[in-house]
């Protein structure tokens, strides 16, 4: 039992033991220090690449909601539009109805002031001019690409004092429109552009933990071979032994009888 008790410490079943409950060949730097070094590497690269993803993801829901508010915006200033093309009518509109008419559009301009001033993603201002670019590192190399600043406020788009009841230009509405809409192509391109990179992300996050699953996982099958194979090697030498251990004593025997 003693012999049986040392062959077996010293067969290395521990190690391989370790290696097939957690599917993984290298356990420490005793399975190999390059490929442990390697696969450390990798992991990194692979923990950079998804918060990168996550931080792009962030920008993207970040456009949207600007986006979403700019479309309010769009609605508010086409509005805005109608009343004062009536308005302009002059043959058929006295000064009563201006008034009334302007009442609306000094409505629908504190939405617009409204939507700017609330319109936020993590306590950032979106819409007011006051934040500025907003920096997104990409990836764990650090790159960074940027969502442009922007600002819809009345002021910002020219129509703060915009008035039916006195001289007004219609063009002034069609420069305001002209501007959110401009402000809604970049933010769709810029959107674009961050999808993009998040599938990038994705994709070589993928295809890194990919490589690293080859370096590091085990062949279940040709270790649990390996396992027999110890497993029978051990008990023949333990065999061997007891052979010997048998025959040293017959020959103890015939000596002494």
């Given at each position: 039992?003693?012999?049986?008790?040392?062959?077996s410490?010293?067969?290395?079943?521990?190690?391989?033991?370790?290696?097939?409950?957690?599917?993984?060949?290298?356990?420490?730097a005793?399975d190999?220090?390059a490929?442990?070094?390697?696969?450390?590497?990798?992991?990194?690269?692979?923990r950079?690449?998804?918060?990168?993803?996550?931080?792009?993801?962030?920008?993207?829901?970040?456009?949207?909601i600007?986006?979403?508010a700019?479309?309010?915006?769009?609605?508010?200033?086409?509005?805005?539009?109608?009343?004062?093309?009536?308005?302009?009518?002059?043959?058929?509109?006295?000064?009563?109805?201006?008034?009334?008419?302007?009442?609306?559009?000094?409505?629908?301009?504190?939405?617009?002031?409204?939507?700017?001033?609330?319109?936020?993603?993590?306590?950032?201002?979106?819409?007011?001019?006051?934040?500025?670019?907003?920096?997104?590192?990409t990836?764990?190399?650090?790159?960074?690409?940027?969502?442009?600043g922007?600002?819809?406020?009345?002021?910002?788009?020219?129509?703060?004092?915009?008035?039916?009841?006195g001289?007004?230009?219609?063009?002034?509405?069609?420069?305001?429109?002209?501007?959110?809409?401009?402000?809604?192509?970049?933010?769709?391109?810029?959107?674009?552009?961050?999808?993009?990179?998040?599938?990038?992300?994705?994709?070589?996050?993928?295809?890194?933990?990919?490589?690293?699953?080859?370096?590091?996982d085990?062949?279940?099958?040709?270790?649990?071979g390996?396992?027999?194979?110890?497993?029978?090697?051990?008990?023949?030498?333990?065999?061997?032994?007891?052979?010997?251990?048998?025959?040293?004593?017959?020959k103890m025997?015939?000596?002494?009888?």
């Amino acid at each position: 039992m003693s012999s049986i008790g040392g062959v077996s410490q010293g067969s290395g079943y521990q190690s391989l033991y370790g290696k097939i409950s957690s599917g993984k060949a290298l356990q420490g730097a005793a399975d190999g220090a390059a490929e442990l070094a390697i696969s450390e590497k990798m992991n990194s690269q692979v923990r950079g690449l998804e918060q990168g993803a996550n931080n792009v993801s962030s920008g993207i829901d970040a456009i949207k909601i600007q986006d979403s508010a700019l479309g309010e915006v769009t609605d508010y200033l086409q509005r805005i539009k109608e009343l004062a093309v009536a308005a302009s009518n002059t043959f058929t509109v006295n000064d009563s109805d201006k008034a009334i008419y302007q009442k609306e559009i000094d409505q629908l301009k504190e939405g617009i002031q409204g939507v700017a001033n609330i319109t936020t993603y993590n306590e950032k201002n979106l819409l007011d001019g006051s934040t500025g670019d907003l920096s997104i590192t990409t990836n764990g190399n650090g790159s960074e690409t940027k969502i442009s600043g922007t600002n819809s406020t009345l002021e910002a788009l020219g129509i703060k004092d915009f008035d039916v009841t006195g001289d007004f230009n219609l063009e002034d509405i069609d420069k305001a429109l002209e501007k959110v809409s401009s402000m809604r192509s970049n933010a769709g391109a810029t959107q674009n552009s961050l999808e993009h990179l998040y599938n990038i992300n994705q994709t070589s996050a993928y295809n890194v933990t990919a490589s690293q699953s080859r370096l590091e996982d085990l062949d279940v099958e040709k270790a649990v071979g390996n396992l027999d194979k110890q497993r029978l090697l051990d008990t023949i030498s333990v065999m061997m032994q007891k052979k010997r251990e048998d025959d040293e004593e017959d020959k103890m025997n015939r000596l002494f009888n």
